[in-house]
């Protein structure tokens, strides 16, 4: 079977990846010619850990190609996953015109039965009005159908998500269409992933409401923390969050307290959720209330350093992490820009690093201004305070004591509360985190 890919960002790039480590044949195409020029070049745009080994045995297989042609790619197809971008538009809602773009190529080339699966993340009603865009622009008069199958992949995790998913999603009305995805993923059923086959609308929801239930945990436990926070060192939000995450009802992860969640899809869907369910005259209250205590949950930190240092005009900064989460170089929406940019309207001076997301953040900060260092060491140098905001490993075992030594001032927010707050004391940190008191 081959299949084509159309775009070939995160999502596409791991789908396309993954499905050809799966035995098929892929193409995966993209307008950005620069993208499809540098993977054709054996480079590979993104940090995802062990995607690159897997494009590189895939590529040499035969079994992986990149290309710009869009049609080439959707004539040998059997079935075109589309994986676009579905950016937030000014009201909320996603902007669909990547959709639209795709749809318009995709029914251009179109030459034989194909199914086309929506793998991004699209409003309730998309797929329907999806296949009659296809069905009114096609050129040749072909059969075709169209599928929801959104993606659940976690950047950081992707391959690992790809290869054992929680659960795979097929809304379709076809079962000529049903019985196409279930061959492409057959060797995912066979080690019994659960498969969920239902209606276009059920499908698309599903994945805004798992998003949603996830940024209610989140800014649920950032409350939490704050909450802890205000009670004392005696009411720490870790021994809390742990009890509460053994009630097998709740669970334990999405519990941990932070400075608010971030990233290309979280902040994004849950807004657009908000906009559906608005548009069909249903308010959909908790999820707003998670949206606005995520707004605000990066301030804490603003205010914990206000807390600890006065004024910060003219206070130097050290900022570790700045992507929106560890293992990804995906700096989108990311709390630690949020934290940057408000420490450069506060007049500080900003020195970060990041372990791999220093270029993406260089092009998101570029308005911003704020010193890119080395490392962590060159970051915190002369700094008056450090501010942790991405859980990177290499920054768990940081010598805290040569930190110290090097700093102005002697104050250590933990924003993710990865430090040991007896060693950063005993280093000689001022140290303040997310509900420890
Ligand atoms: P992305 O921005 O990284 O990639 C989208 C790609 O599509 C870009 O490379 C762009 O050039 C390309 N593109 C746009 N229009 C095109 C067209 N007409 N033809 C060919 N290529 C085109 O986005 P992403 O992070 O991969 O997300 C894609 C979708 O998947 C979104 O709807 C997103 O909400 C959803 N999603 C993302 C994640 C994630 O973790 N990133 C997880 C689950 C779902």
């Keep these: 079977m081959h299949v084509a890919i159309v775009g070939t960002g995160y999502v596409g790039l791991v789908a396309g990846a993954g499905f050809a480590d799966l035995g098929l044949k892929v193409t995966c195409v993209d307008i950005d010619a620069e993208k499809i020029r540098l993977l054709g070049e ?5 940090f995802e850990p062990r995607l690159e080994e897997i494009i590189r045995r895939n590529v040499e297989r035969d079994r992986l190609h990149f290309s710009p042609d869009v049609a080439a790619a959707v004539k040998s ?3 075109i996953f589309v994986a676009v971008g579905t950016n937030a538009g000014p009201d ?13 190529l995709i029914a251009a080339s179109m030459d034989s039965y194909k199914v086309v699966a929506i793998k991004s993340t699209v409003p309730v009603g998309t797929a329907a009005a999806f296949e009659r865009r296809i069905a009114e622009r096609r050129t040749r008069s072909v059969d075709f159908d169209v599928v929801s199958n959104p993606e659940f992949l976690r950047e950081g995790s992707a391959v690992e998500d790809f290869f054992h998913p929680n659960r795979i999603v097929i809304g379709s009305a076809s079962k000529r269409a049903a019985a196409v995805m279930k061959d492409i993923y057959r060797p995912l059923y066979l080690i019994e992933t659960p498969f969920v ?7 698309e929801l599903i994945k805004y409401a798992a998003n949603a239930f996830l940024a209610l945990k989140v800014s649920f436990v950032n409350e939490l923390a704050n909450l802890c926070g205000a009670i004392g ?8 969050a742990h009890a509460l995450g053994l009630d097998r009802r709740i669970g334990p992860k999405f519990l941990h307290p932070g400075p608010g969640f971030g990233g290309y899809c979280l902040p994004k869907d849950i807004r657009a959720l908000t906009q559906i369910a608005r ?3 249903v308010e959909y209250r908790t999820v707003e209330a998670a949206i606005e205590v995520n707004d605000r ?3 804490r930190v603003i205010e914990k350093l206000k807390k600890a240092s006065g004024s910060l005009a003219g206070k130097v900064i050290a900022v570790l992490g700045l992507s929106f989460k560890p293992n990804t170089d995906d700096v989108r929406e990311s709390r630690a820009l949020k934290i940057c940019e408000a420490l450069v309207a506060e007049k500080s001076v900003v020195r970060v690093f990041d372990p791999v997301a220093m270029g993406q953040a260089r092009r998101a900060l570029s308005e911003c201004s704020v010193t890119f260092c080395a490392d962590a060491y060159e970051a915190a140098l002369d700094s008056d305070a450090l501010v942790l905001c991405t859980e990177w490993n290499e920054f768990r075992n940081l010598d805290l004591e040569k930190i110290r030594r090097s700093m102005r001032g002697d ?3 933990d924003a993710r509360n990865i430090l040991d707050p007896a060693k950063a004391k005993s280093a000689g940190f001022r140290y303040d985190a997310m509900g420890r008191g």
């Design 297 to 299: 949950q990066f301030l």
């Design 92 to 104: 909320g809602m996603p902007d669909l015109t990547q959709i639209w773009s795709a749809a318009d």
């Design 197 to 203: 086959f239902t209606t276009w609308e059920a499908a």
């Design 42 to 46: 054996g480079k590979v745009p993104i």
């Design 279 to 281: 548009r069909l005259g």
């Design 77 to 79: 197809a059997s079935a």
């Design 411 to 413: 104050v250590l927010i």
């Design 233 to 240: 060192p005696s009411a720490d939000v870790h021994v809390v």
